[in-house]
């Protein structure tokens, strides 16, 4: 259990970090992440700005949750991986903030961190849900983008994400997947 200076919430967050990133392969960030928290005694911003975010986002808030966030980086806070997917999920499930939460993942994915399955599948999702051509289209070129990127899916872990979603969403996002690897 990582030690914090407040008690309950925060620290069931920071553990929950924690062991998302270490769970996604960012083990450097989860090792400076824990140090942070260790040699301070106290909460890395990082931490409390997630927490804003990820309160937003549970209230529906989306705007307020993107507002949020770009306080965050006005502040000179760097997001680790952890907060750009909760904030990339949280974006994704709004039709109107399908474009933000592709900027943030291609922006995440130029900052060197790796998307997790449920992450680069809450994008891929969203381009699936309108079941329209041009959706399809942005999609498939986005899908192209992270793979130019270096960004390599994988179709077992999208698989995991998407079950028990509608048929037609899942066959949808498999389209989008496929055709461009």
Do not use: W
């Not at 030690?3 to 392969?25: I, R």
């Not at 942070?36 to 989306?62: A, C, D, M, N, R």
């Not at 999208?158 to 899942?170: A, C, E, F, H």
């Amino acid at each position: 259990m990582l030690k914090c200076s407040s008690d309950g919430t925060q620290k069931k967050l920071a553990n929950k970090m924690y062991n998302a990133l270490v769970e996604d392969g960012n083990v450097n960030e989860a090792f400076e992440f824990y140090n942070t928290i260790q040699e301070t005694g106290t909460e890395p911003l990082i931490l409390i700005h997630t927490s804003v975010i990820k309160t937003y986002l549970e209230f529906g808030k989306t705007r307020g949750a993107l507002e949020a966030y770009l306080a965050m980086l006005a502040a000179g806070v760097a997001p680790n991986s952890y907060t750009c997917t909760v904030l990339i999920k949280g974006l994704s499930a709004e039709p109107n903030f399908l474009g933000d939460a592709k900027k943030f993942l291609l922006e995440m994915m130029d900052r060197g961190k790796r998307p997790n399955a449920a992450t680069f599948t809450a994008v891929i999702e969203g381009f699936a849900k309108p079941e329209n051509k041009a959706a399809e289209e942005e999609g498939k070129e986005f899908v192209q983008v992270m793979i130019d990127k270096g960004f390599v899916p994988n179709a077992k872990a999208m698989m995991d994400v998407l079950k028990g979603r509608p048929t037609s969403v899942i066959r949808s996002a498999l389209v989008l997947f496929t055709l461009k690897q």
